[in-house]
């Protein structure tokens, strides 16, 4: 650590020669520079500025340059996390409950959304934050990961997840309209739904890789996460882990309480009125 005031320098506890510099001078005081070694700052630069604006002083303490940066961003990002993540469940089961008039459905696309973010944060954690697979890829890693790119990526790949349960939803209700049979209707409309969910999936997740081949590690992040989502999330999730839930719930999956059942009734237009 190295603190520079108008007495002159000292590093490491001890004084650096040199004369003493003015500039650290004012009218009605003086005002210290301190800067930190760059192994703490390595180990924990977020965490070392919230202790240094927590130490007590009777004098104002101003923290900056990126890390400082960096820290009141997150802060700002995450303080609003709670809230919009409420928000975009909430008008999640809004919407597929006027689609589907359950709130089975809502809940099960909700959990298995959580799933597919799970895999994309879990990639982004173990190549870009933790450097495995650094030397394949080609990129140095920094321990740390720029917040507006998991953001980014969030809205992404729920969006594209939302996709494929509304198109396997909608053929899934037709074919249980249409025959009355919650179990057979399940594979009837995955059979109709999944050649557009797998073509779909397979452009954009190759569309999504070609930004792997770049050298900006932000644009690596967004290519090898997303890519890695969309393949997961419309193989696993949408072809296995769909169809099984729905064939273990039977006709639960279009249950809904009878106020509800009600509400959706005056809410919602069938296929078969239009």
Request: proline share 6%; hydrophobic share 55%.
């Amino acid at each position: 650590m190295r603190v520079d005031s108008a007495a002159g320098s000292c590093a490491d506890g001890r004084p650096v020669p040199g004369p003493a510099d003015t500039r650290f001078a004012a009218a009605r005081g003086t005002w210290l520079s301190v800067v930190v070694a760059s192994d703490r700052l390595d180990a924990d630069a977020p965490g070392l500025v919230r202790q240094v604006r927590a130490v007590p002083a009777p004098f104002a303490v101003e923290v900056g340059g990126y890390p400082a940066e960096l820290t009141d961003y997150r802060d700002g990002v995450t303080a609003r996390l709670p809230l919009i993540g409420l928000l975009i469940v909430l008008v999640t089961f809004v919407v597929l409950f006027v689609m589907t008039g359950s709130v089975v459905a809502p809940l099960r696309a909700s959990a298995l959304n959580l799933l597919s973010l799970s895999v994309m944060f879990g990639a982004l954690v173990f190549v870009f934050q933790d450097g495995h697979l650094s030397g394949l890829l080609g990129f140095t890693p920094t321990g740390s990961i720029e917040p507006s790119i998991p953001i980014l990526m969030f809205c992404v790949a729920y969006g594209l997840s939302m996709d494929y349960e509304v198109f396997l939803l909608a053929r899934i209700k037709e074919e249980w309209r249409r025959t009355g049979d919650a179990l057979a209707s399940v594979p009837a409309g995955i059979a109709r739904s999944a050649p557009l969910v797998t073509a779909a999936a397979a452009i954009l997740a190759a569309s999504f890789a070609a930004y792997a081949t770049g050298r900006v590690v932000f644009l690596r992040q967004l290519g090898v996460g997303m890519a890695l989502t969309v393949a997961v999330d419309a193989t696993l999730i949408r072809g296995v882990l769909v169809p099984v839930l729905m064939r273990l719930a039977g006709a639960a999956n279009w249950w809904a309480p009878a106020p509800l059942r009600r509400l959706h009734r005056r809410l919602a237009v069938s296929e078969y009125e239009m």
